[in-house]
């Protein structure tokens, strides 16, 4: 089984940057594929980013794409979302995820809440 800890979410304004962090425990750790998803408040759970074990198949939103970045350490147990000129629209709890590979996810974090403000 693998437990997930996100942290980094916060406040911040329109054009700033924040990263979030996932720790994960459980010997499966390595093997797994990893992602990010977020929920704003009234809207159904989306993908933000994905990363494989060998962090060499990296998958984006279009929302997203050329603003955030998904970096893994495996040795860490850790995932990164890197995001800059973040919008209000970004504005959302974000998941850390891991599953055989994408889009295949068994496990999600608590969530850190991030918002954006204009």
């Known amino acids: 089984q693998v437990q997930l800890v996100e942290s980094g979410g916060g406040l911040v304004q329109a054009g700033g940057s924040l990263r979030l962090s996932c720790v994960g425990s459980?010997?499966?750790?390595?093997?797994?594929?990893m992602g990010w998803f977020r929920q704003a408040t009234g809207k159904e759970r989306e993908f933000v980013a994905s990363?494989?074990?060998?962090?060499?198949?990296?998958r984006y939103a279009d929302s997203v794409k050329g603003r955030f970045t998904i970096s893994r350490d495996n040795a860490k147990k850790s995932v990164y979302l890197q995001m800059n000129s973040l919008k209000p629209d970004d504005t959302a709890v974000y998941y850390c995820?891991?599953?055989?590979?994408?889009?295949?996810?068994?496990?999600y974090g608590q969530g850190t809440q991030v918002i954006v403000s204009p």
């Open positions: 995820a891991a599953g055989p590979g994408h889009p295949y996810y068994n496990y």
């Open positions: 459980g010997h499966s750790f390595s093997s797994t594929g």
């Open positions: 990363i494989n074990y060998d962090a060499d198949i990296i």
